[in-house]
């Protein structure tokens, strides 16, 4: 089964550009595909303050903020953007037709072993997977907020992934520095199922 050493981010918001930042900084190849060209620079904007933020707290040094930023190419083309990935993580808003269409077109333009992985936080896994010809090689990768900072992926098998690579998506956050927690494909998966009835008790305390 091939490395992964390119990948391609979907969506370069909150979580995409914090995506984008955790990979380039490890070392992989990364396209960050966005929907217009002054979104995608907005995205390099972020990772670029943000990873000015680390030198002056002396986490990195100017040479590995520079390399980081040489590794991140942006694109407003979807295809172009992926056709050259191992791993592709779609960032897009949590919006079930639109991450759909997104994951159909990756799955047309991709190569044939690349793995889609989605950062969702409540979609299925399955039925996502259910609308791509590699329901297989779909994952969820669920990273927090902000990705940079927050050590927890949450890592989702839908009901077909296989386990190698399921193996290598949790070997892949290892070498992000990250902790990769197993959760089932369930409403929330794990940290969101715990948070939402902890809220919305916080909601009946203002009662
Ligand atoms: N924000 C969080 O704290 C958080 C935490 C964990 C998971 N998530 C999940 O991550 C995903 C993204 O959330 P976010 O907060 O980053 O959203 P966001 O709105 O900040 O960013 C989404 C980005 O996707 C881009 N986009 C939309 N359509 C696109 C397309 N066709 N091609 C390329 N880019 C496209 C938008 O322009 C936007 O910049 C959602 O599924 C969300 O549930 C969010």
New binding site residues.
């Given amino acids: 089964m091939k490395d992964i050493t390119h990948v391609a981010v979907?969506?370069?918001?909150?979580?995409?550009n914090g995506i984008a930042h955790v990979f380039a900084q490890n070392g992989f190849s990364v396209h960050l595909?966005?929907?217009s060209r002054e979104?995608a620079d907005k995205a390099v904007q972020t990772i670029d303050k943000n990873l000015s933020r680390m030198v002056a707290k002396e986490k990195i040094t100017d040479d590995q903020k520079t390399g980081t930023l040489d590794r991140i190419t942006t694109f407003t083309d979807?295809k172009a953007a992926v056709e050259e990935a191992d791993l592709v993580i779609e960032?897009?808003?949590?919006i079930f037709e639109?991450k759909k269409k997104?994951f159909q077109q990756i799955d047309e333009a991709a190569p044939d072993h690349t793995v889609l992985a989605t950062?969702?936080?409540s979609i299925s896994i399955t039925r996502l997977a259910a609308v791509t010809k590699r329901p297989e090689k779909c994952i969820g990768m669920?990273?927090?907020?902000p990705v940079p900072v927050m050590k927890l992926v949450e890592v989702i098998n839908g009901y077909e992934t296989e386990e190698k690579i399921t193996d290598k998506i949790v070997a892949l956050a290892d070498k992000l520095g990250k902790v990769a927690v197993p959760a089932s494909d369930s409403p929330g998966f794990v940290s969101n199922r715990v948070l939402m009835p902890m809220i919305n008790e916080a909601i009946f305390c203002v009662y």
């Fill in positions: 979907v969506g370069g918001g909150t979580m995409g595909a966005e929907t979104l979807l960032a897009v808003p949590e639109l997104i950062n969702t936080s669920h990273f927090f907020n």
